[in-house]
């Protein structure tokens, strides 16, 4: 697996954002979280050095799930913006022309065979689920996201700017990024802010989909209907509206939630908006507060990365992180780090987790991970 820190993009539908070039990198000692006035401080500087009328700089970062890690912000050299409505501008921070291979970039000849490995035996796996629901079940705590890992091989070299490029293409609707080895298409805004605007959207309670619009729909109706799904969806949605509340002067949340679709599942969906008060938070405060939700953590938080720790054999790294940008302004968007991959030395891992509460079924959780390495590996991989 080959990857080059060099470019980096994170698309939504409100905006797209493409960087070229390094221009800053920024390193926060372990634990990342408690250094992010690191990275406010750096575009900071940037922007005082462009000439006035420029667009401010932006950083780029995909952060581990573990807080306790140190993270990195790159800075692009070459930025590229388009919103929804067909603004456009650039920033470039030095007038030193870009390398030929940074602009110029092939892609591997495309493998012809790939090889999909679990790297815990499903048994082993599902015995899990049965441990983490006797702990809720003594009291221990509410929900836990436990998550399985495969990894992808080739008989080729991959670029890991190839299959996020495949990925968004699959995914036009969602939180689509390439960011440092890390790539992938998340349904799930963690948090964004534009001036005084504040957004979230949580997902938690999934279904497969079948393609099938009837079928589809009928699942719709049984996911919205369904006890053990609306109940985790609103654990996670307390707990967003809980810590944006003090920023903010007003925030809602949509009474009801939505079923959003996302490649071959569909999640329970909420959408949470404010407006900051003055003096306005950076996006960062926001997605450092806001990181882990019980969407992927669970509930009480340290409670539940108690048990991820003493279950799941393999580090995260950066699945379930955050996943995003924040400009010289304290602007951005921050997705959750999900439905994706990380380049590895083994190959490129993927991810999936669910979140088990007391009545969780071994099976239905085996089935809902299936399907959402399926999402993913439907995007990567071409018949």
């Not at 009291?139 to 670029?159: F, M, Q």
């Not at 990181?291 to 995260?316: D, N």
Request: charged residues 20%; contains cysteine; hydrophobic residues 40%.
């Amino acid at each position: 697996m080959s990857f080059d820190t060099a470019d980096s993009w994170f698309c939504s539908p409100r905006r797209s954002m493409w960087g070229t070039g390094l221009g800053a990198v920024i390193e926060l000692p372990a634990p990342w979280p408690d250094h992010l006035d690191r990275v406010g401080a750096v575009l900071s500087g940037l922007k005082e050095s462009l000439p006035p009328s420029s667009a401010v700089p932006v950083a780029f970062a995909a952060l581990p799930f573990d807080r306790s890690q140190p993270g990195r912000f790159f800075v692009p050299h070459y930025l590229r913006v388009q919103t929804e409505d067909g603004e456009q501008w650039e920033v470039m921070l030095h007038s030193d022309p870009l390398p030929d291979s940074t602009i110029q970039r092939g892609f591997p000849t495309e493998p012809s065979s790939y090889t999909v490995t679990a790297e815990m035996a499903v048994q082993h796996w599902c015995d899990t689920i049965g441990e983490a629901t006797q702990a809720i079940a003594s009291g221990a705590l509410d929900k836990v996201v436990l998550a399985r890992s495969v990894l992808l091989s080739t008989d080729k070299p991959l670029s890991y700017h190839q299959l996020g490029a495949l990925m968004a293409a699959a995914q036009p609707s969602a939180l689509r990024y390439c960011i440092d080895g890390f790539f992938g298409a998340s349904p799930e805004l963690l948090v964004s802010r534009l001036n005084e605007v504040v957004r979230a959207q949580p997902m938690a309670g999934t279904l497969p989909r079948s393609g099938d619009p009837s079928r589809d729909a009928q699942r719709a109706a049984e996911l919205l209907a369904s006890e053990k799904n609306r109940w985790e969806h609103q654990i996670t949605i307390d707990m967003v509206h809980k810590t944006l509340l003090p920023w903010c002067s007003y925030l809602d949340a949509e009474p009801q939630p939505q079923v959003v679709g996302a490649g071959s599942v569909q999640h329970l969906a909420t959408m949470v908006e404010g407006r900051l008060s003055a003096p306005l938070p950076s996006v960062l405060e926001l997605m450092a507060a806001l990181h882990p939700t019980p969407a992927v953590g669970g509930s009480p938080t340290q409670a539940a990365l108690q048990k991820i720790a003493e279950l799941e054999p393999v580090s995260r790294g950066r699945y379930g992180g955050p996943v995003g940008w924040v400009d010289a302004d304290g602007n951005g968007a921050w997705a959750v780090g999900l439905r994706g991959g990380e380049a590895t030395a083994e190959g490129t891992r993927l991810f999936a987790g669910v979140g088990i509460v007391e009545d969780s079924d071994p099976d239905t959780e085996l089935a809902e991970t299936r399907a959402k390495f399926a999402s993913t590996l439907a995007s990567l991989i071409r018949p």
